[in-house]
């Protein structure tokens, strides 16, 4: 019932051509200490090195590029000679440019839709878990909004 699939089975394969190996040779593969896992080990650490010496590579490149960037634009700084006072006013143009953006991201909103919110805040408070009994004040929210 089955209890053939669970041994194990041996083969042995014979090859068609005689293989002699030295005595020597035998004697070195029976006394030696290295085995499959050592093996793996070996290669695992090579392989760390090989991508910590690649990693290593990579960031001293980086690094040599952002000095050249770095020394690049302080040599262009230092041909363009900007004053003070035209500093300045960029910096005071690009402020009046960023105040004007704000006004116009802002929105005024009116009392009616103000309630239209309260209402709605109200009620999903007063029927937690149960948000479609807010459906109405919802919907007269819904429809303020869209008549802006």
């Given at each position: ?10 083969k042995?394969?014979?090859p068609?051509?005689p293989?002699d ?17 050592t ?6 650490k090579y ?9 290593s ?8 590029k ?7 634009a ?15 006013e960029?910096v005071?143009?690009l ?6 953006s ?8 009116s ?18 878990g149960r ?10 929210f819904?429809?303020?909004v869209?008549?802006?």
């Amino acid at each position: 019932m089955g209890s053939t699939t669970s041994k194990p089975e041996t083969k042995v394969f014979t090859p068609n051509a005689p293989v002699d190996f030295s005595a020597s040779f035998l004697s070195h593969l029976e006394n030696s200490q290295e085995s499959d896992y050592t093996r793996a080990q070996y290669t695992e650490k090579y392989i760390q090195e090989r991508v910590a010496s690649e990693l290593s590579k990579l960031e001293a490149e980086a690094q040599q590029k952002f000095k050249d960037a770095t020394n690049n634009a302080l040599e262009k700084s230092k041909d363009a000679k900007v004053s003070v006072a035209q500093s300045n006013e960029k910096v005071q143009s690009l402020t009046k440019a960023l105040q004007e953006s704000a006004k116009l991201i802002q929105v005024e909103v009116s009392e009616d839709i103000k309630k239209a919110r309260s209402e709605v805040i109200a009620c999903l408070k007063q029927n937690q878990g149960r948000s479609l009994n807010c459906w109405d004040e919802v919907e007269q929210f819904k429809t303020l909004v869209n008549s802006m």
